[in-house]
């Protein structure tokens, strides 16, 4: 878990209210790492799949970059706080943030993960 | 790269997404799953290294969001496969497909709702691909749960039943989710297996949980 701080607000960048999960990692006969993420943003309520690449062993990460955008799965269930996706009192998502009913951000993300070589 | 999208309730979409310059640039990403009443659940995938082929796995609950606990909630694995031509994906085959179970017969400790963990994965070698999804197919759905559960969602609860007891009000198998595997057969007969279902039985393992 990172906590960053976001110093430019009005460019859009994914800081202080921002949330990532399913994170997954690969790297390629080259030595370049990639590590995707699925991002959220609690105050525009945006989801995407995130890429950062290292090229140095994972010494340094370029800044990440946003490349599709995801929208989350299911209907919110009060009682277990998350969205499911077969029903009521269905399956909620390991991945996705418990939350109230009266957080403002009205879907929480499904686990999308990017996975993959 | 592949996710799940939920841009419209019971037309989710398995995505698929790949890159040719290390990730500079992605394809418009496609819809991947292989049956059209597949609204998929977790995925993962996997590339051989030599880059010949690319190996998806994905749970996908096949019936409607359902907004009572009194239908059956089928859960499937499936496994697909592409061919790699000149850096270029082809069109998924589907490999193997197994057998649905009822979602309704997993649970959290509390038993307030499904439980089904997340761990699909693939992985795969020059030789064969290997995966792992979640499976219900042997548990058993509990309609004292079904009822409890639908009743702790409604407003009025004067008539809510009384919290189960699993080993008195319910079958034995209630609750006995799995994780289930498969692999595909050798490279010798890779190009042919790309037009034929993973055995059925045989090449899967069970994991309980």
């Known amino acids: ?117 | 790269m592949t996710w799940i999208d939920g841009q419209t309730l019971n037309d989710e979409h398995v995505r698929f997404s790949t890159s040719v310059d290390g990730g500079d640039t992605w394809a418009a990403p496609v819809n991947v799953e292989t049956s059209a009443s597949d609204r998929g659940l977790y995925v993962a995938a996997a590339v051989s290294p030599d880059g010949s082929d690319v190996w998806l796995v994905y749970n996908a609950f096949t019936t409607p969001y359902q907004t009572t606990t009194s239908a059956v909630r089928p859960l499937v694995g499936v496994v697909a496969h592409a061919e790699v031509t000149g850096g270029l994906v082809g069109s998924f085959a589907e490999m193997h497909r197994s057998s649905p179970g009822d979602a309704r017969g997993s649970s959290q400790n509390d038993l307030t709702g499904e439980f089904l963990g997340d761990y699909v994965y693939a992985t795969a070698t020059n030789d064969f691909g290997a995966f792992v999804w979640n499976d219900v197919r042997t548990g058993a759905d509990c309609p004292a749960v079904d009822a409890w559960r639908a009743a702790l969602r409604t407003k009025d609860k004067k008539d809510d039943p009384p919290r189960p007891e699993p080993n008195n009000d319910c079958n034995a198998s209630f609750g006995n989710s799995s994780i289930f595997g498969a692999r595909s057969p050798t490279r010798h007969s890779q190009r042919a297996i790309v037009k034929r279902n993973l055995p059925a039985a045989d090449a899967q393992f069970r994991i309980r949980l």
């Open chain 1, 1 to 117: 878990v990172v906590v960053e701080k976001n110093t430019d607000a009005a460019s859009g960048n994914w800081g202080l209210a921002s949330g990532a999960t399913g994170c997954t990692m690969r790297t390629d006969s080259g030595g370049t790492v990639y590590l995707f993420w699925h991002g959220f943003n609690m105050n525009t309520k945006e989801e995407g799949i995130f890429l950062s690449r290292s090229f140095d062993g994972g010494a340094t990460f370029e800044n990440r970059r946003r490349l599709f955008v995801v929208h989350p799965t299911g209907v919110f269930d009060p009682v277990l706080g998350r969205n499911t996706m077969d029903g009521i009192a269905g399956h909620a998502p390991t991945s996705q943030p418990r939350r109230a009913s009266t957080s403002p951000m009205a879907h929480p993300p499904d686990r999308a993960a990017p996975t993959g070589s």
